[in-house]
């Protein structure tokens, strides 16, 4: 014996959407107790990370201020005499170590050239080697 079964909805009713949790909107706008302390430790951690990042950057910052703070320019010496260029390098905190080199084509006790080049960054009280003319 067949069943007469009656429908549950009629064709223009609509089914309802299944209920979703959602969060609790808090009137005051202030989280409640366990929802803050949650934060916190991230908070803490972001701060920490930060200042340690901070530190760092101090610390490269002053190394590299050192070192271009020990660090002078070569003058240029040729075509001075000896005791010029020795006064020049003595201007800058560096010192002259001499080397003595025939040459005909210019007044003895002339600087011919040097190493470092001019303008060239060393440390202070370094050598520059100063190649001098002299006579045989």
Excluded: C
């Amino acid at each position: 014996m067949p069943v007469a079964a009656t429908p549950l909805l009629a064709e223009t009713q609509a089914v309802a959407s299944p209920v979703t949790a959602t969060r609790v909107q808090h009137p005051t706008g202030v989280l409640p107790p366990e929802e803050q302390r949650s934060r916190w430790p991230w908070i803490l951690i972001g701060v920490l990370v930060l200042l340690g990042v901070l530190i760092a950057l101090f610390f490269i910052g002053r190394n590299l201020l050192n070192e271009n703070a020990n660090q002078v320019a070569v003058p240029k010496l040729t075509d001075r005499t000896l005791a010029d260029a020795e006064a020049k390098l003595k201007q800058v905190n560096l010192k002259a170590e001499v080397s003595r080199q025939v040459d005909t084509t210019v007044r003895p006790d002339t600087v011919l050239s040097q190493t470092p080049a001019p303008g060239t960054s060393v440390p202070k009280n370094a050598k520059v080697l100063v190649y001098m003319g002299a006579v045989r």
